[in-house]
T-cell receptor, first 111, second 114 residues
Framework: RKEVEQDPGPFNVPEGATVAFNCTYS??????FFWYRQDCRKEPKLLMS???SGNEDGRFTAQLNRASQYISLLIRDSKLSDSATYLC????????????FGAGTRLFVKA | ETGVTQSPTHLIKTRGQQVTLRCSSQ?????VSWYQQALGQGPQFIFQ???????GRGNFPPRFSGLQFPNYSSELNVNALELDDSALYLC?????????????FGPGTRLLVL
């Protein structure tokens, strides 16, 4: 089992749609969680941090469920510019630092 | 822009050769992490350097090694290159080490091993 798993997609949605991504992680000692966005042939860019209390930034909402070991990202009112790969990231700081990225979920937003 | 820079941007090497990649961290950041990203995959954690010492390592063989300098810039060295080492190599800097720190990525170095 992979340490961080994401549905690879692709998700093909029309503009204005709401789309949700989930990510599961296997290590219960994981400390912090993030969503990054990566455009084709570019570096990953931080989208948002993820907290148990939830985190909202405009059209984006992220949530962490520690009991079930998954994190989610909700995108409302999708724009063409949201087309990218969304990477789920888990940090572990116990016994030496380690960051695990999911393989990413591809999103295509169509006009 | 994140302020993290990497050099070179592209590199072509042959199997068995050695390569050194460089990364300058964002001003004020004392921690650098290195990642390998193969086509269609997420970045894989190679190691992290915090205040010039290795602070964590992923599942990469010893021929992947690194350094961090007093100004917190860093190098990734790969010996005895293999074809599978062809990938995008990313470095990321953070304000300090620790599980909660946000990492900011440089543009990467594309390595092709022939």
């Amino acid at each position: 089992r992979k340490e961080v798993e994401q549905d690879p997609g692709p998700f093909n949605v029309p503009e204005g749609a709401t789309v949700a991504f989930n990510c599961t992680y296997s290590n219960s000692a994981s400390q912090s969680f993030f969503w990054y966005r990566q455009d084709c042939r570019k570096e990953p860019k931080l989208l948002m941090s993820v907290y148990s209390s939830g985190n909202e930034d405009g059209r984006f909402t992220a949530q962490l469920n520690r009991a079930s070991q998954y994190i989610s990202l909700l995108i409302r009112d999708s724009k063409l510019s949201d087309s990218a790969t969304y990477l789920c990231v888990v940090n572990m700081g116990t016994g030496g630092f380690k960051t695990i990225f999911g393989a990413g979920t591809r999103l295509f937003v169509k006009a | 822009e994140t302020g993290v820079t990497q050099s070179p941007t592209h590199l072509i090497k042959t199997r068995g050769q050695q390569v050194t990649l460089r990364c300058s961290s964002q001003s004020g950041h004392n921690t650098v992490s290195w990642y390998q990203q193969a086509l269609g995959q997420g970045p894989q954690f190679i190691f992290q350097y915090y205040r010039e010492e290795e602070n964590g390592r992923g599942n990469f063989p010893p021929r992947f090694s690194g350094l961090q300098f007093p100004n917190y810039s860093s190098e990734l060295n790969v010996n005895a290159l293999e074809l599978d080492d062809s990938a995008l190599y990313l470095c990321a800097s953070s304000l300090t080490s620790g599980g909660g720190e946000t990492q900011y990525f440089g543009p990467g170095t594309r390595l092709l091993v022939l």
